[in-house]
């Protein structure tokens, strides 16, 4: 006799995906703007059917997966973040564009569960230099509360580091 049966392999839950960067103001314009996931489990997550539903529009697809310990990048526009950034995957591009001013970012799961929401801003405590002087957002706070600016530093890398972990901060003396 024939038997159906569904198989589910073991995976990390999309729970473990954080927005790890945000490219909100670039120098060069809106077309430049990107966002990156990152998987903070040692296991891969499925990402089918996720999609961000508030400041960006974007849907992963059936197979679409996210290996552990990985970056992912989503971009306002393929050419542009092409000719900007040589060589750096991403892995799809967006619809609408991240406020300048700041909004609220939220990635959801197919039965509409909030996997995150970020509400970032470019007042009070949040890092100045993110804000059209050339830096991204960084999550250095993995596990902190993702809507609370102390979370969050300018990148160190000038433009960012899209696809990759954003090095460490080298201050000497006085900043």
């Given at each position: 006799?024939l038997?159906?049966a569904?198989?589910?392999?073991?995976?990390s839950?999309?729970?473990?995906?954080?927005?790890?960067?945000?490219?909100?103001?670039?120098?060069?314009?809106?077309?430049?703007?990107?966002?990156?996931?990152?998987?903070?489990?040692d296991?891969?997550?499925?990402?089918?059917?996720?999609r961000?539903?508030?400041?960006?529009?974007?849907?992963?697809r059936?197979?679409?997966?996210?290996?552990?310990?990985?970056?992912l990048?989503?971009?306002?526009?393929?050419?542009?973040?092409?000719?900007w950034?040589?060589?750096?995957?991403?892995?799809?591009?967006?619809?609408?564009?991240?406020?300048?001013?700041?909004e609220?970012?939220?990635l959801?799961?197919?039965?509409?569960?909030?996997?995150?929401?970020?509400?970032?801003?470019?007042r009070r405590?949040w890092?100045l230099?993110a804000?059209?002087f050339?830096?991204?957002?960084?999550?250095?706070?993995?596990?902190g509360?993702?809507?609370?600016?102390?979370?969050w530093?300018?990148?160190?890398?000038?433009?960012?580091?899209?696809?990759?972990?954003?090095?460490?901060?080298?201050?000497?003396g006085?900043?």
């Amino acid at each position: 006799a024939l038997n159906e049966a569904t198989f589910t392999l073991a995976g990390s839950s999309p729970n473990a995906l954080v927005l790890s960067e945000i490219m909100y103001n670039a120098t060069a314009g809106s077309l430049f703007e990107f966002v990156e996931l990152y998987n903070t489990s040692d296991v891969a997550v499925d990402l089918a059917g996720l999609r961000f539903t508030n400041g960006v529009l974007f849907a992963f697809r059936e197979g679409d997966t996210l290996g552990p310990m990985e970056h992912l990048v989503l971009v306002a526009d393929a050419s542009a973040f092409e000719a900007w950034y040589p060589g750096v995957l991403f892995q799809g591009v967006f619809v609408g564009q991240l406020d300048n001013g700041g909004e609220k970012i939220t990635l959801t799961a197919p039965d509409d569960h909030t996997i995150f929401s970020v509400d970032y801003n470019d007042r009070r405590l949040w890092p100045l230099a993110a804000d059209g002087f050339g830096r991204s957002l960084v999550l250095e706070d993995i596990g902190g509360d993702p809507d609370d600016p102390r979370s969050w530093r300018s990148s160190t890398d000038f433009d960012g580091s899209p696809g990759r972990q954003d090095p460490e901060p080298n201050y000497h003396g006085v900043v």
